[in-house]
């Protein structure tokens, strides 16, 4: 290598780059839901390709999207998520990846970027000034519990797409998501990135007489692991979503039905009154939400204890 690398924070491959790069992520990422969302990802205008390059060799590269977070005391921030943050086989030992990371640090101070977040390894990260937040919760409910209710499970269209994002910013409200999606943000997820492991194939959840109940996202690779699942935030409606969700997943051999949620809003009431269920918060999971404060301000609580939806999350 003759060339000192030099970081490229809105790189647009070559078809050869690409494909490189798709095998990479196909090697260095045991879930294949990563390798299957990749030309989604490069597809969407949200989000962005930053690279570590000699010359034409790329050496390591990672996604980042931004986020408009509102704190509860009224305070608004910029947080940037990063995902997929990968060296490319023949670099790797080299320290490419903790330059990389370095220089999307010094990027986002630049664009006054708040914070960064991403899901990781707690012992890599934490190198970089990275911890914990937004910690990972979920309900458990064994499917025998939920008998089929009359609604109607499809594939999301257009005629819902205002219905889903209402819904999604009044759950928001009601578990403590910080987040508002922009209008670019929201025709990613409905286009190029309803292709990825942020927003499968997203389907929506309507009552008989055709009322929008909510809706869901799964795995691109599992069936029966909810990725995102939002609903009208009444205990009634958690009801009927999380039975016509449970009746679906069932359809694929799935036992029980996890729903990721904290002990707080309709789903917590659902459980409190109606079913039963288990209550899971990850003290040390494998792979943590974590945050760099970038700003000088002091880190709002409400951030740090906030529930992420995955697509918001690389």
């Not at 879930?31 to 962005?48: E, I, P, T």
Request: glycine share 6%; charged share 20%.
């Amino acid at each position: 290598m003759t060339k000192q690398p030099e970081f490229y924070p809105d790189f647009s491959p070559a078809p050869a780059q690409w494909e490189e790069l798709k095998a990479a992520v196909g090697k260095g990422h045991l879930n294949r839901q990563f390798y299957m969302s990749m030309n989604g990802l490069l597809s969407a205008k949200s989000v962005k390709l930053a690279v570590l390059a000699s010359g034409s060799e790329i050496l390591a590269f990672s996604f980042y999207a931004d986020r408009s977070w509102f704190s509860r005391d009224g305070g608004r921030f910029t947080g940037r998520s990063l995902g997929l943050i990968t060296t490319l086989e023949a670099h790797q030992g080299s320290g490419f990846a903790k330059k990389l990371i370095y220089e999307i640090m010094d990027l986002a101070l630049e664009e006054n970027i708040h914070f960064l977040y991403l899901q990781g390894i707690p012992n890599f990260y934490s190198k970089f000034g990275f911890h914990g937040f937004a910690p990972k919760r979920k309900f458990v409910f064994n499917l025998s519990l939920f008998t089929e209710q009359d609604c109607k499970v499809s594939l999301l269209s257009p005629s819902y797409y205002e219905s889903v994002k209402r819904v999604y910013q009044a759950y928001s409200r009601s578990i403590g998501n910080l987040i508002v999606r922009s209008e670019k943000d929201w025709f990613d997820l409905f286009h190029s990135l309803s292709f990825t492991f942020l927003f499968y194939k997203p389907y929506v959840i309507t009552d008989s007489d055709g009322r929008f109940i909510g809706y869901f996202s799964l795995s691109p690779t599992d069936p029966t692991q909810v990725r995102e699942f939002a609903f009208e935030p009444t205990q009634e409606n958690a009801f009927l979503a999380c039975s016509a969700l449970a009746v679906y997943v069932r359809n694929f051999g799935a036992s029980r039905l996890e729903v990721f949620s904290p002990a707080t809003g309709p789903v917590y009431s659902l459980c409190s009154d109606r079913i039963d269920s288990d209550f899971i918060c990850y003290i040390r999971p494998s792979s943590s939400n974590m945050i760099k404060w970038l700003s000088g301000q002091r880190v709002p609580r409400s951030i740090l204890e906030s529930f992420i939806f995955q697509g918001d999350n690389l």
